[in-house]
Each structure stands twice: as structure tokens, then as C-alpha cells.
């Protein structure tokens, strides 16, 4: 049995069309026992579009996400409401570029209603995501000191329960992009942001979409897995990054093989920012 898919988007999410009553049933069809809804909060554009006096860059520039933050705590409800049986649902979200605004940031991972936060970081001050990014006239090796630097201030702010997807950038510059990266270069810096979440109490997602990407490996890979084991992490949950159906629970098998052989004998869930662990 598959332990969990603790990170998926529904359409209040601007890169998915899949309606809650899709991503419930087929978590329900492949007998997951916890399942969490996570979509997409940018706290770079909380406010409407005319607070930043800006235009949308690209099909996925949504601004407003308070409206939408609201609209996600209720689909929460109703999920958790419709999810029933042996189906455990977890109220969860997305932050997205919680550096933008970490006291508002922080103000919702205090909302009583929500029991799940991943902290993310999709794209750089002054950047599109990397996913939108001309790699033929960017600085690979710059956009990921400024990376992980944004995620070392992330991780010691602290107000997460888990960071998502750490070597994200890597989906589009090694993936899709091609280019090779010297990743040891990186090594103690992310360390850095190990040691920080650990020391802090919080986890990191062992996110399985790159299993079915370009980029062929989950996010972090299995030596970064192995340094976060052997640096003392424990918390760890796995989710699949579904943005549809057919998506829920890919690769879960196979992250959770790989988080066994990296020395992990459990996985875990939150409720109310308390995790909850699940033996593999």
C-alpha cells in the first residue's frame, strides 16, 4: 500500500484544470490513506494586480491569491467533508515565495484551519519561475546561488512544515534544459539548509514528480536524501506534485523504496502542524 500523497493542485491552482471530486476519487481508487490538497499560494501576488502596478508576464501570473487563499480553505472543508472511509485528508497549502511577505506568511500557517504547509520557492525576486526562464540567456550557476541563499532565508525563518521540492530549479536547467550542472558545488550549501531545518524542528518533501519528467530523479535526489539522513533528519513526507488525476500517488512507490534505502524506516503526515509518522 502506498503511505500517502501529501502534495497535489486542483484548479484553484493556475497550472491545473482538475476539480476536487477528481483528485479525491482517485486517491480513493489507488486506497491512499492520507491524502492532502496543496494548492498553489504565491505570496508574491497576494495583492491584486494594481497594488504592484504590473502586468501578468505569462499565462500563470494570477495575482489576488487572498481571494483564492480563501477559496482554498473552504475547498479544504468540503474535501475533508467528502473524503470519508479509510481516506484521511489533510488540509494542506503551498506558500510559494514566503520570503515576498514572511509576516503575512507567517499568519497563515497560523490559520486554524489548515493543517499542512509546504514552503516553496518557484521563482527569484525580479524572475519569472524557472520553469518560464530563457536558459540561453541566464546564469545557470548564478540563479542557483540565489536559489538556495532564498532558501536558506526561507529555512530559518521556520514557519513550514516541510520545504518542497529544494532542487527545483534543477526540473528546467538539467531536465528540460540540458545543462549540466556541477551539483557538488552546492553540496554544503544545502547542507546549511539541512541542518537549519532540522535544528528547527521542520521536515522536507521528497517530491516524486521528477520521476516522470525529463529530469528522471525525484526532488532531492538519493544523495541528497542520504545527506539529509545522515545529518539527522527524520521528517520527511512524499508527495507526488499531481496537478491531475491520473497523477495522484505517481511515484510514490518508488520514493518511498528510495527513502528506505536511504536509511528511512518511516514517513510522515501533519495535522495541526504535528507530524504523525507512517511506518514504510
Known sequence: MLPMDLHTHTNLSPDSDAALGEMLRAA??????????????????????????????NEEDFYDYAARWEQAMEQNRRARMLAGGSLRFVSGIELG???????????????????????????????LDFYFLDYTREDPEALLDAYYDALYAIAK????????????????????????????????????????????????ELNTSGYRQKYGKPFPDEALLRLY???????????????????????????????GACGFDKVCFFIRHEPHFIRL
Not at 501576488?45 to 501578468?56: E, H, L, M, V
Not at 497563515?108 to 525580479?126: C, K, M, N, W
Not at 539522513?229 to 528510495?258: C, F, M, N, Q, Y
Open 97 to 127: 515565495e514566503p520570503d515576498a511577505d514572511f509576516s503575512l506568511a507567517e499568519s497563515l500557517y497560523r490559520d486554524v484551519r489548515l493543517d499542512f504547509t509546504i514552503a516553496s520557492l518557484h521563482e527569484l525576486q525580479g524572475k
Open 28 to 57: 480513493q481508487e489507488m486506497a491512499l490513506p492520507v491524502f492532502a490538497v496543496t494548492d498553489h499560494i504565491e505570496l508574491c501576488r497576494w495583492y491584486s494586480q494594481g497594488f504592484y502596478g504590473t502586468q501578468p508576464r
Open 157 to 204: 525563518w521556520g514557519f513550514f512544515d516541510v520545504l518542497g521540492h529544494i532542487t527545483y530549479p534543477l526540473r528546467y536547467i538539467c531536465g528540460d534544459a540540458g545543462i549540466a550542472i556541477n551539483e557538488a558545488r552546492y553540496r554544503e550549501r544545502i547542507a546549511e539548509i539541512f541542518r537549519t531545518v532540522i535544528a528547527g524542528g521542520k521536515g522536507i
Open 229 to 259: 539522513k545522515d545529518l539527522g533528519g527524520s521528517v520527511l513526507t512524499l508527495g507526488s506534485d499531481a496537478h491531475r488525476p491520473e497523477d495522484v500517488g505517481a511515484g510514490i512507490a518508488d520514493g518511498a523504496a528510495l527513502a
